[in-house]
């Protein structure tokens, strides 16, 4: 049986966002968690006694060095930052403690659907593709972002949902593309993806996606995010086509994929 087209999809910032007056309450919410966490950590034995700003400090290293290890294709997960973290300290981690709280803080943060999103991931369905999104989650657990989606309707097209901290990869690195394409019963000739950043072009350069899509509709970052996550600058080599609504993927794909897949990008 041949391989069936695919195109898969970046989500923050691409199908989901907060304004950016949002983003910044959400991480510092994320930052108020793990000082809580640490905070209430038991101490080892001769562990000095430290001060919020210092755990606020040692949750910001690990954060920065887990979203350094992402830019490398490595996944740290939420988990591991705040129990490496806790150790630095003196302190016994307490990771499910952590992601307990990070779930709350998804469920209550108002994020926000891409404009025509929905849609976007209906139409390529109709045009007999698989579907998937492939998201680097290395700030809270994927498992928490997806009970936030499922409501939104989103599983009602997307087939495949790959979070990087229930995989050992992170975009760019090919594995975690492939994996999704495995799980849609397709393959890289076959396959495109769409997403808001470097990782996500890189990535399907790297795991020799037939198409890559700059999508740059929702690139107002809070100036927290954006220093938190630098990335590399984008290289124009790799934006096969950059497009500013959901809308316009639709015709591209199409020709790109449909068919027998002879269409050149």
Same mark, same amino acid.
């Given at each position: 049986m041949p391989a069936?087209?695919?195109v898969t999809f970046d989500l923050w910032?691409?199908? %989901?966002?907060?304004e950016p007056r949002g983003e910044a309450a959400y991480l510092a919410g994320q930052y108020d968690a793990a000082v809580r966490v640490l $905070?209430? /950590?038991r101490a080892e034995p001769g562990a000095p006694p430290v001060t919020a700003d210092q755990l606020?400090?040692?949750?910001? $290293?690990?954060?920065?060095?887990? %979203?350094?290890e992402s830019h490398a294709g490595r996944s740290v997960t939420p988990g591991e930052q705040i129990a490496r973290a806790a150790r630095a300290l003196g302190? %016994?981690?307490?990771p499910t403690a952590f992601e307990e709280a990070l779930g709350r803080l998804v469920r209550a943060t108002p994020f926000q659907t891409a404009p025509h999103a929905l849609e976007t991931l209906d139409a390529v369905r109709r045009l007999g593709m698989g579907v998937g999104i492939v998201s680097n989650t290395v700030g809270e657990p994927g498992r928490f972002i997806l009970e936030m989606l499922r409501p939104r309707g989103f599983d009602r097209s997307v087939e495949v949902f790959t979070f990087s901290d229930e995989q050992p990869w992170t975009k760019p690195a090919p594995e975690i593309f492939l994996r999704t394409l495995d799980e849609l019963g397709s393959i890289p000739d076959r396959a495109a993806h769409?997403?808001?950043?470097?990782?996500?072009?890189? #990535? /399907?350069?790297? /795991?020799?996606?037939? #198409?890559? %899509?700059l999508f740059t509709g929702l690139h107002a970052y809070a100036p927290e995010y954006r220093s938190l996550n630098y990335a590399p600058t984008i290289d124009p080599a790799l934006i096969q086509k950059e497009i500013s609504d959901l809308r316009e993927i639709v015709p591209i794909v199409e020709a790109w994929l449909a068919g027998d897949g002879a269409g050149a990008p």
């Open positions: 069936r087209p695919a910032h691409t199908l %989901v966002y907060l $905070q209430d /950590a606020r400090a040692a949750y910001d $290293q690990e954060l920065r060095l887990a %979203v350094a302190r %016994v981690p307490n769409i997403g808001d950043g470097w990782a996500d072009l890189e #990535g /399907a350069r790297r /795991a020799g996606l037939k #198409g890559r %899509v």
